[in-house]
């Protein structure tokens, strides 16, 4: 069987994806950035490990032997499933297995942000950081005794708010419906932005929640309060955040993006208020090795014609 890894990967990696041979799985790894060589391999590629960049009819079109997509992670939003369901391509997803990673470098940006440490970095690297600015010093903070609210209640939340509990903050959360054994006061949206410090969210990007933090909604947050986002840029109107964070917000920590990658002269890239990483908080050893195993089942599934683990299309 024929993979195609739609990724550019590590010597680490790439060193377990070559052991694969030996389970009758070939795999090929492509950057994203590498159109040319990505259609070059579609028409000998039977399955798609799909990342990040939109598959899309073109794509479906290139590859005649495609039997499966799988995505290495959770959000489908890039695949044009209809086109998968019309060409009988079957589409699954990896739940779980980078709920962990998410959490962690979710609050890695909640802390980074309140604690300026990109600017500590470089004002340290560049000699000034013990003639820092004194007004900087009155824009630092910790978690504990602060209110933060969760938008969504699904894996990578249920990680986070009991650490966030146990750091001392106040959680709350805004979820369609009750989940069992949360942490933290169940909320509405709107009563959400108004009483919290800090939101992250945690939602699939949908025709319903495109843009749900628009700047109606962003006007709602406190004075002073912080966004994150590791879920999908959609979520947020770009550019009513950005009146917002030079009107109102304290800052933001965002890993991703309505346009990826993030432009080179995009506004966000010049706010100092704002700590950027790019679409990397599911990256790390242990998702991957997660992933690929998880992948490789699915593979060995299809060879076999039984059923497909978390099979969407």
Same mark, same amino acid.
């Given at each position: 069987?024929?993979?195609?890894?739609?990724?550019?990967?590590?010597?680490?990696?790439?060193?377990?994806?070559?052991?694969?041979?030996?389970?009758?799985?070939?795999?090929?790894?492509?950057?994203?950035?590498?159109?040319?060589?990505?259609?070059?391999?579609?028409?000998?590629?039977?399955?798609?490990?799909?990342?990040?960049?939109?598959?899309?009819?073109?794509?479906?079109?290139?590859?005649?032997?495609?039997?499966?997509?799988?995505?290495?992670?959770?959000?489908?939003?890039?695949?044009?499933?209809?086109?998968?369901?019309?060409?009988?391509?079957?589409?699954?997803?990896?739940?779980?297995?980078?709920?962990?990673?998410?959490?962690?470098?979710?609050?890695?940006?909640?802390?980074?942000?309140?604690?300026?440490?990109?600017?500590?970095?470089?004002?340290?690297?560049?000699?000034?950081?013990?003639?820092?600015?004194?007004?900087?010093?009155?824009?630092?903070?910790?978690?504990?005794?602060?209110?933060? +609210? !969760? #938008?969504?209640?699904? %894996?990578?939340?249920?990680? =986070?708010?009991?650490? &966030?509990?146990?750091? $001392?903050?106040? @959680?709350?959360?805004?979820?369609?419906?009750?989940?069992?054994?949360?942490?933290?006061?169940?909320?509405?949206?709107?009563?959400?932005?108004?009483?919290?410090?800090?939101?992250?969210?945690?939602?699939?990007?949908?025709?319903?929640?495109?843009?749900?933090?628009?700047?109606?909604?962003?006007?709602?947050?406190?004075?002073?309060?912080?966004?994150?986002?590791?879920?999908?840029? +959609? !979520? #947020?109107?770009?550019? %009513?955040?950005?009146?917002? =964070?030079?009107?109102? &917000?304290?800052?933001? $920590?965002?890993? @991703?993006?309505?346009?990826?990658?993030?432009?080179?002269?995009?506004?966000?890239?010049?706010?100092?208020?704002?700590?950027?990483?790019?679409?990397?908080?599911?990256?790390?050893?242990?998702?991957?090795?997660?992933?690929?195993?998880?992948?490789?089942?699915?593979?060995?599934?299809?060879?076999?014609?039984?059923?497909?683990?978390?099979?969407?299309?």
């Amino acid at each position: 069987m024929r993979v195609l890894y739609h990724y550019a990967a590590g010597p680490v990696l790439q060193a377990r994806l070559a052991r694969l041979a030996d389970e009758g799985i070939e795999v090929q790894t492509c950057s994203e950035l590498d159109d040319a060589r990505f259609f070059d391999l579609l028409p000998e590629t039977d399955v798609i490990w799909h990342c990040l960049r939109p598959i899309d009819a073109d794509v479906l079109a290139a590859a005649p032997r495609l039997r499966m997509i799988q995505k290495i992670g959770v959000g489908v939003n890039t695949i044009d499933l209809d086109a998968a369901q019309a060409r009988e391509i079957a589409v699954c997803n990896l739940p779980g297995s980078n709920s962990r990673a998410v959490a962690e470098h979710t609050l890695g940006l909640m802390l980074a942000v309140l604690r300026k440490l990109v600017t500590f970095d470089s004002l340290t690297r560049s000699g000034r950081g013990w003639d820092r600015p004194p007004a900087l010093e009155d824009t630092l903070g910790e978690i504990a005794g602060r209110s933060v +609210g !969760l #938008i969504g209640y699904g %894996a990578v939340p249920r990680l =986070l708010a009991p650490i &966030l509990d146990a750091m $001392g903050a106040r @959680v709350a959360y805004c979820n369609r419906s009750e989940p069992r054994e949360a942490t933290g006061e169940r909320m509405t949206l709107d009563a959400l932005l108004a009483s919290s410090d800090i939101i992250s969210l945690h939602l699939p990007l949908q025709p319903e929640t495109q843009h749900l933090l628009n700047a109606t909604r962003l006007q709602r947050m406190r004075p002073g309060a912080i966004l994150i986002n590791t879920s999908r840029g +959609g !979520l #947020i109107d770009t550019e %009513a955040l950005l009146t917002a =964070l030079t009107d109102h &917000l304290g800052g933001a $920590g965002l890993d @991703v993006f309505q346009t990826e990658p993030l432009p080179a002269d995009h506004a966000l890239r010049q706010c100092d208020n704002v700590v950027l990483s790019p679409h990397v908080a599911w990256l790390t050893q242990e998702t991957l090795a997660r992933s690929v195993a998880a992948a490789a089942d699915n593979c060995h599934r299809l060879a076999r014609g039984e059923p497909l683990a978390n099979r969407i299309v």
